[in-house]
């Protein structure tokens, strides 16, 4: 089955400065990867996705890049904030799933400081 | 537009019992999803329910159970709690294929 891994478990930055949080996935038919905020007591929130047919994708200050060929994605928050704080979680499912089985990684705790 | 509501919010139960977690899913959204979250890890899928049916399933046991009803919104049943059972549950509904919208979850916790 998909198997995702994500890096960094933390990250600590200064506002201002850019965020990068990097996963890889296992299984080649996976083309559609979501990644989610997740603030302390709450669900996880849709930020942003990106399906295998494009390899970026934007969103004011948020990024996702995608290398099908790697079998790596990776999110991009610039200018961050401190209301970005949160934890963020890359996943990753497949068309034979309707997209409904989401894989995810083990989750990045981002910290950005005044 | 109400979101993905779910109950209850936090609970308490001893290992042995059996539990029922409630989901009614975002407005026009006829799919449902449960997925557990231990403490510190990612979500794992449970399984996914679409015109009342199980469709999907996860690496859990029968211990797990759900249901789907007419109205779309759903229960999740767990049996013989055991202690790692303790976990977030989250609740997340779709239109169909395509992104996943969460609930705030149920914690529950096994003594």
């Known amino acids: 089955g998909e198997n995702v891994e994500q890096h960094p478990s933390t990250l600590s930055v200064q506002e201002g400065d850019s965020a990068v949080i990097k996963c890889t996935y296992s299984?080649?038919?996976?083309?559609?990867f979501p990644w989610y905020k997740q603030e302390l007591g709450k669900g996880p929130q849709l930020i942003i996705d990106?399906?295998?047919?494009?390899g970026e994708k934007k969103d004011q200050r948020i990024a996702v890049t995608l290398n099908k060929t790697a079998k790596h994605f990776s999110l991009h928050i610039t200018e961050t904030q401190p209301e970005d704080s949160a934890v963020y979680f890359c996943?990753?499912?497949?068309?034979?799933?309707?997209?409904?089985?989401?894989?995810f990684g083990t989750g990045t705790r981002l910290l950005v400081s005044p | 537009d109400a979101g993905v509501t779910q109950s209850p919010t936090h609970l308490i139960k001893t290992r042995g019992q059996q539990v029922t977690l409630r989901c009614s899913p975002k407005?026009?959204?006829?799919?449902v999803s449960w997925y557990q979250q231990a403490l510190g890890q990612g979500p794992q899928f449970i399984f996914q329910?679409?015109?009342?049916?199980?469709?999907q399933r996860g690496n859990f046991p029968d211990r797990f159970s759900g249901h789907q009803f007419p109205n779309y919104s759903s229960e999740l049943n767990v049996n013989a709690l055991l202690l790692g059972d303790s976990a977030l549950y989250l609740c997340?509904?779709?239109?169909?294929?395509?992104?996943?919208?969460f609930g705030e979850g149920s914690r529950l916790t096994v003594l």
């Open positions: 996943a990753a499912s497949g068309e034979n799933t309707g997209f409904q089985k989401l894989v």
């Open positions: 990106i399906r295998s047919n494009v």
């Open positions: 299984d080649s038919a996976s083309n559609y």
């Open positions: 997340a509904s779709s239109p169909g294929p395509g992104e996943l919208f």
């Open positions: 329910y679409y015109e009342e049916e199980e469709r």
């Open positions: 407005s026009g959204h006829d799919t």
